[in-house]
T-cell receptor
Framework: GENVEQHPSTLSVQEGDSAVIKCTYS??????FPWYKQELGKGPQLIID?????GEKKDQRIAVTLNKTAKHFSLHITETQPEDSAVYFC??????????FGSGTRLSIRP | NAGVTQTPKFQVLKTGQSMTLQCAQD?????MSWYRQDPGMGLRLIHY???????DQGEVPNGYNVSRSTTEDFPLRLLSAAPSQTSVYFC???????????FGPGTRLTVT
């Protein structure tokens, strides 16, 4: 079945530095790739998404890149701030009517 | 709009008991899904529905049943609770599977 792998599982960066989280997917028919942020005690919330017809998308300090040939996509957060501390999930939606999530990355921002 | 609501917020069950986790949305979304979240394992899809009367299995469906008699409601039934079903359960809804999903606040279930 479809599988999404996410790395790293934990990430600690200095405030102001950049953070990068990477995901790979198995279903070559996948064409929608959202990223969710989950704060403590809450449900995940969408922060950015990308479709397979573009290679990169930016929204202020957040960007996502997609490499369809290699079947991987990445989340980039620049100028990190304390409020960026959270768990981040990537996901992929392919040929079946399913959305499969990665295992999550716990991002900590050091002051 | 209330968005996606889930009840109860917390529940403790004994092994073998059954119960239903409730999920409702008021956004007229066709796509609804149930996930369980366990430490280090992310969000795993249990069951999903693309519209009223249509449901399908996700990654980890065993031990759970769902039904979708209306667009608004998508209850998750645990038939005979087991300690392995101790988890946080999230319901989500969206217009379809390739747009933003809106998640409920979650139900923390403990099976002893």
């Amino acid at each position: 079945g479809e599988n999404v792998e996410q790395h790293p599982s934990t990430l600690s960066v200095q405030e102001g530095d950049s953070a990068v989280i990477k995901c790979t997917y198995s279903d070559s028919a996948s064409n929608y790739f959202p990223w969710y942020k989950q704060e403590l005690g809450k449900g995940p919330q969408l922060i950015i998404d990308i479709r397979s017809n573009v290679g990169e998308k930016k929204d202020q300090r957040i960007a996502v890149t997609l490499n369809k040939t290699a079947k991987h996509f990445s989340l980039h957060i620049t100028e990190t701030q304390p409020e960026d501390s959270a768990v981040y999930f990537c996901a992929a939606s392919g040929r079946a009517s399913k959305i499969i999530f990665g295992s999550g990355t716990r991002l900590s921002i050091r002051p | 709009n209330a968005g996606v609501t889930q009840t109860p917020k917390f529940q403790v069950l004994k092994t073998g008991q059954s119960m239903t986790l409730q999920c409702a949305q008021d956004m007229n979304h066709e796509y609804m899904s149930w996930y369980r979240q366990d430490p280090g394992m992310g969000l795993r899809l249990i069951h999903y529905s693309v519209g009223a009367g249509i449901t399908d299995q996700g990654e980890v469906p065993n031990g759970y049943n769902v039904s979708r008699s209306t667009t608004e409601d998508f209850p998750l039934r645990l038939l005979s609770a087991a300690p392995s079903q101790t988890s946080v359960y999230f319901c989500a809804s969206s217009r379809d599977r390739k747009v933003e999903q809106y998640f409920g606040p979650g139900t923390r279930l403990t099976v002893t």
